[in-house]
């Protein structure tokens, strides 16, 4: 007896599963590749693959991997296979406290001396932006009244290509900003039409992103930051990875810059150059000279 086919078109194809010797290749290769542990579930590790291997063609994950050979191409689809694994979430003014504190080194640098001439920072794995842009909108404040005339610029750097075009864009919806409190909205956001705003051209003007994986930060061209700000990044990395980043980081810093990470990602790290600052809240830490 022929068993009847579905009514509605062609039957639906199983997704094949995703072995665990399979799982054991990508994780090994993301720490490879990006340094990163994924803690993503199995099950979303599958979907992440079987849309990737829907998007290039692949027939089955065993023809997908298969392509993961030492070529130029094959670097190319870890860092998509890596962009769409990796946790992208972020916010305007997600830690006020850190921000406060980064406003409070501004403040000083004026009260201190010589007013500086120029003032630069960097939000190292800044996601679609709103960390770096969060920055500049403090430090524009700051700034304001005081110097406007002195030249700053910010820098921000994601192993993700489409958090960075993102990024570039500086284009949110309403949802994204609801953690902008009115005042930094008034002064810079620009109504982009369709519920959409752009972050001013004045910030857009003096911040910068870049495609850049941390896991090669010492041979990136980025140095003498007065602040480097890396929060909800370093917990993806193996410990001994996430304090050689840290070490790399201070390396980047003016003497007496400051550095900001995540509150609880200090991972005990000790540095003869860098000092722990005492703020409520905030893991940050200055460095000695200056
Ligand atoms: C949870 S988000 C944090 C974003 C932002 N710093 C914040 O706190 O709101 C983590 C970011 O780190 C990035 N990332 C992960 N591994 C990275 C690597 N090896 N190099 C650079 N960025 C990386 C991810 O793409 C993601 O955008």
Same mark, same amino acid.
């Given at each position: 007896m022929n068993r009847a086919l579905p009514v509605s078109g062609a039957p639906q194809a199983r997704r094949q599963p995703l072995r665990g010797d399979q799982l054991g290749m990508i994780m090994r290769a993301l720490r490879t590749h990006a340094g990163i542990k994924v803690d993503s579930s199995r099950g979303m590790i599958e979907s992440c693959l079987h849309q990737r291997m829907a998007q290039v063609g692949a027939a089955s994950i065993d023809d997908y991997l298969a &392509?993961? #050979? #030492?070529?130029i191409n094959a670097r190319a689809e870890w860092l998509a296979l890596v962009d769409m694994l990796t946790v992208k979430e972020t916010r305007f003014f997600r830690q006020r406290a850190a921000l406060d504190c980064a406003a409070d080194y501004v403040g000083k640098l004026f009260a201190r001396g010589p007013a500086p001439s120029e003032l630069s920072f960097w939000s190292a794995?800044?996601?679609?932006g709103q960390e770096l842009y969060s920055l500049a909108m403090v430090v524009e404040q700051q700034l304001r009244g005081r110097q406007p005339w002195l030249e700053w610029h910010g820098i921000g750097t994601d192993i993700s290509f489409e958090a960075i075009h993102t990024a570039q864009q500086g284009l949110y919806d309403e949802r994204a900003i609801a953690s902008l409190a009115q005042p930094y909205r008034d002064d810079h956001l620009e109504a982009a039409g369709a519920g959409q705003w752009r972050v001013s051209a004045t910030i857009r003007a003096r911040t910068h992103f870049f495609h850049s994986n941390l896991l090669h930060v010492n041979s990136a061209p980025f140095c003498d930051f007065n602040i480097v700000y890396c929060q909800?990044?370093?917990?993806?990395?193996e410990r001994d990875k996430q304090r050689w980043i840290i070490d790399q980081l201070a390396e980047r810093l003016r003497g007496g810059g400051l550095l900001i990470l995540g509150a609880?990602? #200090?991972? &005990?790290w000790l540095n003869s150059s860098m000092r722990r600052l005492q703020w409520p809240g905030v893991c940050a830490y200055t460095k000695t000279g200056g």
């Amino acid at each position: 007896m022929n068993r009847a086919l579905p009514v509605s078109g062609a039957p639906q194809a199983r997704r094949q599963p995703l072995r665990g010797d399979q799982l054991g290749m990508i994780m090994r290769a993301l720490r490879t590749h990006a340094g990163i542990k994924v803690d993503s579930s199995r099950g979303m590790i599958e979907s992440c693959l079987h849309q990737r291997m829907a998007q290039v063609g692949a027939a089955s994950i065993d023809d997908y991997l298969a &392509r993961f #050979d #030492d070529s130029i191409n094959a670097r190319a689809e870890w860092l998509a296979l890596v962009d769409m694994l990796t946790v992208k979430e972020t916010r305007f003014f997600r830690q006020r406290a850190a921000l406060d504190c980064a406003a409070d080194y501004v403040g000083k640098l004026f009260a201190r001396g010589p007013a500086p001439s120029e003032l630069s920072f960097w939000s190292a794995g800044c996601s679609t932006g709103q960390e770096l842009y969060s920055l500049a909108m403090v430090v524009e404040q700051q700034l304001r009244g005081r110097q406007p005339w002195l030249e700053w610029h910010g820098i921000g750097t994601d192993i993700s290509f489409e958090a960075i075009h993102t990024a570039q864009q500086g284009l949110y919806d309403e949802r994204a900003i609801a953690s902008l409190a009115q005042p930094y909205r008034d002064d810079h956001l620009e109504a982009a039409g369709a519920g959409q705003w752009r972050v001013s051209a004045t910030i857009r003007a003096r911040t910068h992103f870049f495609h850049s994986n941390l896991l090669h930060v010492n041979s990136a061209p980025f140095c003498d930051f007065n602040i480097v700000y890396c929060q909800n990044v370093l917990i993806y990395f193996e410990r001994d990875k996430q304090r050689w980043i840290i070490d790399q980081l201070a390396e980047r810093l003016r003497g007496g810059g400051l550095l900001i990470l995540g509150a609880g990602e #200090d991972v &005990r790290w000790l540095n003869s150059s860098m000092r722990r600052l005492q703020w409520p809240g905030v893991c940050a830490y200055t460095k000695t000279g200056g």
